[in-house]
């Protein structure tokens, strides 16, 4: 029979090691590199690494890039970068652990596109931007996107992967149906006698996009509701391209990421403009961010034996998440050619985008505006399922709920009502 004091204890450099292991493994090593060449002077990155976010139990950390490439001036594509994460983060309910924090992203995503549009547009200023918007935590990577930049992922082991949607109305046949059916019209520009010329458009004010964060000369159904992706890479890493349609015009996935294999993210994005410019010349604003995540150094302590190798079909695939939380495979060892999908939504409805079915709904404040998260007194809410089927089964307390600018703002985007801020004819 052993005695209390027979007990080992673990000394505390032992301690120490396995969780600096730990750490390694748990957080990558990001480096990143951007390159550039302007012919609007149109084009704008955010780049930030180590931003940090306080939990109830310490400090954490995560990393921020934007590629915002603006058109009929830069004063949407300069606001979106100046104050699009704050509204992002804004969203987010407080006291979340890092697992809820993650799972809170694509919806506070959503909640900021919008809440950055509407506020912009409050400035009466006509012009637009795309976004495509990155939060790296982790292994986790979260993206959102509006518009036509485009952001790829290849993985260590060689699998490539779409984190953005295109929402150019020429390859997008279901955004050219919702525009219709919001009552704007999509055509190609008609120079007389019936011949029309170039990629199909929306009019009135002639985008060739269907979403977008400002553009309020063109009417409410070009929508700031961005899709959103969220994957969790393996331990092994990958490499992340977000690039402007300057860069997409000119190169498939496959040829940027195979020209820069190899180089440093900067020298890596320099040459992917390099390659564009060579293909087709300096027709647009053509920029491009390099984003390297990164295991790093191995730990001493030893590795737990990592998993059978997937081969066949489901190299190079999405595995889906699996029902459990995404903590019980936090410390697993996933083999480098799988990343898993976990989350993925591209409905330009508020109501499906900010639902309750949304997983952790129980968190968000029952009062308090959806978008612009400004307190709501009891029965001045606007349900997010107003004027939906679901609105005869409503009852008082069933939320999300909306102010009522930000309903007005819902209202018009799904085509049921004009706005008062944007313009109908001015752009035509």
């Not at 549009?117 to 009466?124: P, S, W, Y």
């Not at 992706?229 to 992340?240: D, F, H, P």
């Not at 034996?305 to 079909?313: A, F, I, L, S, T």
Request: glycine share 8%; charged share 25%.
């Amino acid at each position: 029979m052993s005695s209390r004091g027979d007990h080992q204890t673990v000394p505390l450099s032992v301690l120490l090691k396995r969780e600096l292991a730990n750490e390694k493994i748990e957080k990558p090593e990001i480096v990143h590199g951007q390159a550039s060449q302007s012919k609007k002077g149109e084009d704008f990155t955010f780049l930030k690494t180590e931003c940090e976010r306080a939990m109830g139990d310490g400090v954490t950390t995560f990393s921020v890039f934007g590629l915002f490439d603006g058109h009929n001036g830069s004063a949407a594509a300069i606001y979106t970068k100046e104050n699009l994460l704050n509204n992002v983060l804004t969203a987010i309910p407080a006291d979340l652990n890092r697992d809820e924090w993650v799972a809170a992203l694509p919806r506070a995503l959503v909640a900021g596109f919008v809440k950055t549009d509407k506020d912009f547009q409050e400035k009466a200023k006509t012009s637009g931007t795309t976004v495509t918007f990155v939060i790296i935590d982790r292994w986790v990577i979260t993206v959102a996107s509006v518009g036509d930049s485009r952001c790829i992922l290849e993985s260590a082991e060689g699998g490539i992967y779409y984190l953005s949607a295109d929402h150019r109305l020429e390859c997008n046949e279901e955004e050219r149906e919702r525009i219709t059916a919001s009552g704007g019209e999509v055509g190609r520009l008609n120079t007389g006698g019936g011949n029309e010329i170039g990629p199909l458009r929306c009019w009135p004010g002639g985008l060739c996009l269907s979403r977008s964060i400002g553009d309020m000369d063109v009417g409410e159904y070009i929508v700031p509701v961005p899709y959103v992706k969220q994957v969790k890479l393996s331990t092994a890493g990958g490499r992340m391209i977000i690039s402007s349609d300057g860069v997409w015009d000119a190169l498939s996935a496959e040829a940027a990421i195979d020209c820069c294999r190899g180089m440093p993210p900067d020298a890596a994005a320099a040459q992917i403009v390099k390659e564009a410019l060579q293909a087709k010349g300096l027709r647009d604003d053509t920029t491009c961010i390099v984003v390297d995540i990164l295991p790093q150094e191995k730990p001493a302590a030893p590795l737990p034996p990592p998993k059978k190798p997937v081969k066949g079909m489901l190299k190079a695939m999405f595995r889906k998440k699996p029902s459990e939380s995404s903590s019980n495979v936090d410390h697993e060892y996933m083999e480098p050619d799988i990343v898993e999908e976990l989350f993925e939504e591209g409905s330009a409805m508020l109501s499906e985008r900010l639902d309750t079915k949304y997983p952790l709904c129980n968190m968000f404040k029952l009062f308090m505006c959806a978008v612009c998260q400004l307190e709501i007194k009891p029965g001045e809410g606007i349900s997010i399922h107003a004027g939906t089927s679901r609105s005869v089964k409503l009852r008082p307390w069933d939320g999300p709920f909306l102010c009522s600018s930000c309903q007005e703002k819902k209202e018009a985007m799904e085509g049921r009502r004009l706005s008062g801020n944007r313009h109908s004819s001015d752009s035509d």
